[in-house]
């Protein structure tokens, strides 16, 4: 069954980055698009990323651009989210999926916070 293990949060200063890793199993994760997501404290999820299979390709909503990249090393099937001048509204738990999986297939996620 599709396995999605994130790590890589942790508490941050405003400014900080972090970088998080998402490790797959369960499914060819090299054939699949993946995406990160969040949710803040009393939020709904929210779409962060984008990345088609072979990596080429990735989009990014509008609030991180310019901070975050994601990648990908299908040979390690792992996902990966770069965060850089983190924010107070970063704060939220972080999680993989494929891109159109269901939210189910969610795994822990991994905690962010960004605060002074």
């Known amino acids: 069954q599709v396995q999605l293990v994130e790590s890589g949060g942790g508490l941050v200063q405003p400014g900080g980055s972090l970088r998080l890793s998402c490790a797959a199993s369960?499914?060819?994760?090299?054939?699949?698009?993946m995406k990160w997501v969040r949710q803040a404290p009393g939020k709904g999820l929210e779409w962060i990323s984008i990345?088609?299979?072979?990596?080429?390709?990735?989009s990014y909503t509008d609030s991180v651009k310019g901070r975050f990249t994601v990648s990908r090393d299908n040979t390690r099937n792992t996902l990966y989210l770069q965060m850089n001048n983190l924010k107070p509204e970063d704060t939220g738990v972080y999680y993989c999926?494929?891109?159109?999986?269901?939210?189910?297939?969610r795994g822990q996620g991994t905690q962010v916070t960004v605060s002074s």
């Open positions: 990345i088609n299979n072979s990596g080429d390709s990735t």
């Open positions: 999926l494929k891109r159109f999986g269901t939210p189910d297939e």
């Open positions: 369960g499914f060819p994760f090299h054939s699949y698009d």
